[in-house]
């Protein structure tokens, strides 16, 4: 069993329509024992980091979180509270991952958020195991989690940033795998493989 983490930070629905697709079973809950005893544990969202700390801490599930020991997947704002720190509400996060989240420097022609398909390099782990290098996924988001000896995977909006990291049993991945077509399919049923 599957447990989707819900601390009320959105996007629900388009990560249960990709494990439905891929036959999962899941649930959705912010109970810690049901956390706990999950094969998985999925840690979607979408907003801003100060509130997704402050509903995690809400609902005790920061120590609960830290402590897993199946594999554990942070989607978006999800990977981004694993990280050490973010500068969005100067926010302490979980500090699985060794790296810092900052916002994209200003720079001319560069849009932020960055919000669309953009590729994928440097590609580390099973969790791309039959992904191409430079293959495209979806992201949205005006933050990004720095390079660090946990990135798995890169991409380039006004400089390279991690696309994806992993620590011992956490992954994460910046992008929207369940948005993000065949690619992301691929990549949600190698973690459903772990």
């Not at 704002?77 to 996060?93: A, F, H, K, N, W």
């Not at 696309?163 to 992008?175: C, D, H, I, R």
């Amino acid at each position: 069993m599957i447990a989707i983490i819900d601390y009320k930070m959105g996007n629900l629905r388009s990560v249960k329509n990709a494990l439905s697709k891929l036959g999962a079973e899941y649930t959705v809950t912010d109970d810690p024992a049901a956390i706990i005893a999950a094969d998985k544990v999925l840690l979607p969202g979408v907003g801003y980091a100060a509130q997704a700390m402050a509903n995690l801490r809400e609902r005790g599930l920061v120590e609960v979180i830290r402590g897993l020991r199946q594999p554990v997947l942070g989607i978006c704002i999800g990977m981004q509270v694993l990280c050490r720190y973010s500068e969005e509400g100067d926010t302490p996060c979980l500090d699985v991952f060794d790296t810092d989240v900052r916002l994209f420097k200003a720079q001319e022609g560069l849009k932020v958020p960055h919000m669309g398909w953009n590729s994928i390099s440097n590609l580390d782990s099973k969790l791309f195991k039959g992904v191409d290098e430079g293959s495209y996924v979806y992201f949205v988001h005006s933050y990004r989690p720095g390079l660090c000896q946990d990135t798995i995977a890169t991409s380039n909006h006004g400089g390279l940033f991690s696309a994806a990291l992993k620590y011992e049993n956490f992954y994460g991945t910046q992008f929207h795998p369940e948005k993000s077509g065949d690619v992301g399919e691929r990549i949600l049923s190698n973690f459903l493989a772990l």
